[in-house]
């Protein structure tokens, strides 16, 4: 009966975990009239032999049922460079060396009444002894009892925990890919193209973490096309976002922000998303200049060079109609000097 809980979680959690990596709080519409809002991230750092105590906020958006809720610590790793959590809801899962299920302490299930919320007291210790480094692990929340019954996904949600441990750690983290980035509809969410067509709306940038530190970049990056104009993001991780241990992580921004208003849940919210940067056709050179540094570790650079075109196929029939008109006259000319050089030589035969 576990494995089909794990089953049943595996499609719903993929999903959260997505959205909720991010944005900094999110809520999950449930299917009916039920619904769950959690903090989706909690960060920490703590020594060796110590113990922190903390909340997690839970409600019950439906106003008329009670939520029963079992929660559960799990592991995770990574689908692909996106920054999707691949949350390892196997009960026979063993834990990563990140891991920090043996550390955390949270009751297995709790009750919130209609409309309300509850606190949920958690406890986080690390061992004396434990060498430094980044730890996570994430919670599972769902709704149906924690032994036997159907797991009902009528509220769902997942909380991940990210803990840094002082001490003797590696942090390294190296620039694989850097450019402008066309957003797709598969889940991996872009690709990398010299060439565009359309105006690119995104940068991105990739970065392979070698140590045992989780990486979060920070610094600019500056677009410059060959007839001086520039546009400078200086928020070249908008989301917060983190590369874990040994991942291969896509980061990305818009080169131009747009603030609008959202309709979420019967509520306004002010949201941000990309729109037209206004760029010219042409050439552009792409330089980031970025640092990173955590746990203690030294400030470290990360410098980047790229490039991109930006031709439009209006700017492509223009361009291909002046050189038309400058090749017609180029040859016109030589062609009068051609003519007029043949009559200059039947004169002096003459």
Not at 194 to 218: C, I, M, Q, W
């Amino acid at each position: 009966m576990n494995r089909l809980k794990s089953a049943a979680l595996i499609l719903l959690a993929v999903v959260v975990t997505t959205s909720m990596v991010l944005i900094p709080n999110y809520q999950v519409a449930a299917q009916g009239s039920a619904a769950l809002s959690i903090a989706p991230r909690k960060d920490y750092t703590i020594e060796p032999g110590k113990t922190i105590t903390d909340t997690l906020l839970v409600r019950n958006q439906d106003k008329e049922r009670p939520l029963n809720l079992s929660l559960r610590v799990v592991d995770f790793t990574y689908n692909d460079d996106s920054g999707a959590p691949k949350l390892m809801l196997d009960e026979d899962a063993a834990p990563t060396q990140e891991s920090l299920r043996s550390f955390i302490s949270i009751p297995e299930a709790v009750t919130i009444e209609p409309g309300g919320s509850q606190s949920i007291e958690m406890t986080v210790a690390i061992p004396e002894g434990q060498g430094g480094g980044s730890y996570y692990s994430a919670i599972v929340y769902s709704s149906g009892s924690s032994e036997g019954g159907n797991v009902g996904l009528s509220a769902s949600g997942v909380s991940l925990v990210f803990v840094e441990v002082p001490g003797e750690g590696s942090q390294v983290l190296t620039l694989k890919q850097l450019g402008a980035y066309k957003e797709t509809s598969s889940q991996t969410g872009g690709q990398y193209a010299r060439f565009h067509s359309d105006a690119p709306k995104r940068v991105a940038y990739t970065l392979k973490n070698e140590g045992n530190l989780t990486g979060r970049p920070y610094g600019t990056i500056t677009i410059k096309s060959l007839f001086g104009q520039e546009v400078v993001i200086n928020d070249i991780n908008p989301s917060n976002s983190l590369a874990l241990n040994n991942q291969e992580r896509t980061f990305s921004a818009c080169i131009k922000l747009k603030n609008q208003e959202t309709d979420f849940n019967g509520s306004r919210a002010e949201a941000t998303t990309c729109t037209d940067a206004g760029l010219w056709p042409g050439f552009y050179s792409v330089d980031m200049t970025a640092y990173y540094g955590r746990n203690g570790s030294p400030t470290k650079d990360l410098v980047g060079h790229s490039w991109f075109i930006y031709m439009p196929w209006w700017a492509i029939v223009i361009l291909v109609l002046v050189l038309a008109f400058i090749g017609y006259h180029i040859w016109k000319i030589v062609r009068h000097i051609r003519s007029k050089s043949t009559k200059t030589k039947l004169k002096k035969r003459k």
